[in-house]
C-alpha cells in the first residue's frame, strides 16, 4: 500500500487562506485518482475534492466548490488542496486518500489508503 503524509494544516481566521499538500509514497501515484475528506468532532468524515489520475477531471463537495481547488504533481508524487476563504465551518482534520481506480470518486468506500490527517483550524 501507498503511504500518505499530509502538512500545511494550522490555524488561521475567516477569510485567509491555506494550503495543504500530501506526498504519497510508491511508483503508482500517478496511476489512480486522488481525494481529500475532512471531519469535524462529534461527525462523520465527509468528501471534499477528488482529481483523477491525470489531473484533467476533478470534482467538488457543494460546501467548498468555488472556494476550494485541488490539484496533483505526478513528477513530486504530491496532491494539494488549495483553500480560500476559509470559513469556520471547515474547521476539521483533513485526509488525503488514494483512490482504487484512475477515475474520480466522491465515496470514502472508493479509497483504499489513507493519511494521518492534518488540522485546519478557522477561527471567526
Known amino acids: 500500500q501507498v503511504q500518505l503524509v499530509e502538512s500545511g494544516g494550522g490555524l488561521v481566521q475567516a477569510g485567509d487562506s491555506l494550503r495543504l499538500s500530501c506526498a504519497a509514497s510508491?511508483?503508482?501515484?500517478?496511476?489512480?485518482?486522488m481525494g481529500w475528506f475532512r471531519q469535524a468532532p462529534g461527525k462523520e468524515r465527509e468528501f471534499v475534492a477528488t482529481?483523477?489520475?491525470?489531473?484533467?477531471?476533478?470534482y467538488y463537495s457543494h460546501s467548498v466548490r468555488g472556494r476550494f481547488t485541488i490539484s496533483r504533481d505526478n513528477a513530486k508524487n504530491t496532491v494539494y488542496l488549495q483553500m480560500n476563504r476559509l470559513k469556520p465551518e471547515d474547521t476539521a482534520v483533513y485526509f488525503c486518500?488514494?483512490?482504487?481506480?484512475?477515475?474520480?470518486?466522491?465515496?470514502?468506500?472508493?479509497?483504499?489508503?489513507w493519511g494521518q490527517g492534518t488540522q485546519v483550524t478557522v477561527s471567526s
Open positions: 510508491g511508483r503508482t501515484f500517478g496511476s489512480y485518482a
Open positions: 486518500a488514494r483512490c482504487v481506480v484512475s477515475n474520480i470518486v466522491m465515496s470514502t468506500t472508493g479509497y483504499d489508503s
Open positions: 482529481i483523477n489520475w491525470r489531473g484533467d477531471d476533478t
